[in-house]
């Protein structure tokens, strides 16, 4: 992403909207706009403020036609980029990038879905691939279990390592007052789980869940003025490598690779520097996938990697801290919710599961491991 | 255009062949069928008919909420290119990674077209 400038903006509010399991007649617009009044409030900004607008959600075609005038806004920067989950880690690219040139001045990102409430087939339109469909892959669940059947074929990665991911999340939800799992979780638990996808049961899976949020971006010096200490953007990176995973060039290497080492040669870091990692764990391999790829271990040894309790409370590396997609939240795009909690962890806020850190990396994915999308943030000590 | 890409995959299926593009500007076997080359841009593809002989890529077993669990896997074929698809005629969990597999056609009943599957290489006549 040259171009972009290391610290160019800030990231000043953050907020989630109800999440879970919404009440009745709620949309996903509701949920945007509820999370862009809650994080408004978290700057003490106003809906007036606002000229930059960014949103994505599968429930709606024309969103940020939907949520402008659900808002009474008509914003100066639009953009409603939809890649998946990793969508909103885009769109912090996309709002530095306008903040940089003057294209706005306030920029919102916000996320809806009401995908527990309506169910999982009504919150996305169904696409029919001649080359995919007739083999009935539950998606994305079958394309995630072929990448891990490959990672245990060629790394001798095991369906306990797996497991590790999956109990490690728990251990961090179970700090998180509105993690929606409450529960402790072992690793013969998350084994004997009901199978969905060899290697994968339930319990290596994401949450079925509602949920929304927002953050607003603005300038470096309106956000010094701002009531929270503002969080920068000190770098990002992108790769797209497929749509469908029958098209993954090599299903054990993601494009986490190029976005992660983008987003290091912006931000001037590299993963040694990295203090909290919130990465995009849809699925268990995700998490192993991704640390390999950012760098926070060689390639092949992710499995390892997890085992102990490295990823867990009081482990070496805290690694999605909210508890995670798979027992946190997980309403279809996840991506937002991966920046809410690395802002929160940076401004001291995150409470009970609280880890010491200036710099912080919120990693998304998108579709069948097919979008990636890496966000470096830090304090003001580190620009 | 006369036939899309689709249409011509689906008639060498219907004759129980696999067809495939190659790239003359890139050198290299395409697929899924398409009208331009992803390596070159070009239009330069031309038909070619695979041998059928492949091996396993990637494998799982999907578990459906009802009826028996089946194989779900990438198949790279012997031309380069791979694709989605299942192996039958044995235990979905007995698919391993690098067996070698064979293409046969697979004609569902009604009017959904043909499409490939494999079954084990040494077990096909």
Redesign the interface.
Known sequence: MSGLQRGGAAIVGAAESDLGAVVDGLNPIDLMAQGIHRALADCGLALRDVDGLLCATTQSRTSGLSLSEYLGISPAFIDTTILGGSSFMFHVAHALAALQLGLCTVAVVAYGSTQRSVGRRQASMREVNPHETPYRPFLPSTAYALAASRHMHEFGTTREQLAEVAVAARQWALKNPVAWEKKPLTVPEVLGARMVSYPFTVRDICLVTDGGGAIVMTTPDRARSLKKPPVYVLGCGQAITHANISSMPDLTVTGALPSGRDAYAMAKLGPADIDVLELYDAFTINTILFLEDLGFCPKGEGGRFVEGGRIAPGGELPVNTNGGGLSYCHPGMYGLFLLIEAVRQLRGESGGRQVPCETAIAHGNGGVLSSQSTVILGTAATV | MEKSP?AIYEEHLARGELAYQYSLDAGKAVF?PRVICPFTGSDRLEWRTASGLGTV????????QQGA??N???IDCDEGF?????VEDIDP?AVK??MRVRFRV?K?EGD??P?PVFVPAEAAP
């Open positions: 689709l899924y890529y990637a494998t799982t077993v999907t578990h459906p669990p089946y779900v896997a990438l791979r694709l989605m698809s299942r969990m990674i690098g697979h569902p959904e077209p499409y």
